[in-house]
């Protein structure tokens, strides 16, 4: 069946009650299947699931699992990586048309045409990409450690770094490496995040802090708006979405914006219920996080249904750039 075949109406009906709990739940056992849930997808998702975070973490609950199955409810690059570093499991996303527009920004051939153009640079590849680029790149990162991992490339080295542009532009900011080619990609719910709806609402809501996922269209913007006085320096907090669930618990603010997918907010409350936490953007909701129903759920323990398959040689090509980036990456990381 092609991924535009999939027909979920018999089980449209299904809602998140105790008796779909009970039936996922009991499924998931009998399968001995572990449930991941980025902190992107519906909140009823995220509740059921054995772990919730974000795609660094959620890789090494994957690759540590003694699990045989993994449910991976995310995004398809994420199920992905999950079979990268764990060929032997088997793993499961609910809907495989659960795409990324960011990963689908490049594809393999761009990047080796890239390459080619650019002989011995060094290839840095954000996590949001598919296993063919992951079989490419030299380096995998996360927002968290992407400064890191460039500064860390000898300083005559050329680099390439991709697909988002602006995390890209973060790192070239504060790396200040000139030698640095970013590749032009963004994601469409992110890149909707924008400068001027974060000034506005940032000078409505003056005592709030504000949490800034650097994939964010208003990253450079919430930098510009501290350096030039408009926001206190301290107020403006670029993070992962790992690392925002930390610093909720931390924050002496009564309010927080947040600017990244809205799913995130559903974490964050549960973490600091005391704090009041708003969208800069409500309406930047993923609809590929939002393909994976409770009726898709349930669909996939019953039917084992959807079976992620990274082609052998392709993983073992990728499997070193992204045990790299477990390695170094900090607690909290990725998307
Ligand atoms: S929010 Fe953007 S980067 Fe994240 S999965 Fe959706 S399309 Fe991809």
Redesign the pocket.
Known sequence: MTADTIDLTPYSGVEADAAWRDEVRELARRRDAVLLA?N?QLPEIQDIADHTGDSLALSRIAASSSASTIIFC??H??AETAKILSPEKTVLIPDER??????DSITGAELRAWKAEHPGAVVVSYV?TTAEVKAETDICCTSSNAVDVVASIPADREVLFLP?QFLGAHVKRETGRENMHIWAGE????AGINGPELAERAAANPEADLFIHP?CGCATSALYLAGEGIVAPERVKILSTGDMVTQARATKAKSVLVA??IGMIHQLRKAAPDVEFAAVNDR?S????KMITPAALLRSLRENRDEVHVDPETAARARGAVQRMIEIGQPGGG?
């Open positions: 980025h992107y995310g995004v690059f994420m659960a795409g990324c527009s960011l990963a949001n988002d994601c469409h719910v992110h994939e990244t997918e930047a993923c609809r590929y996080m998307e």
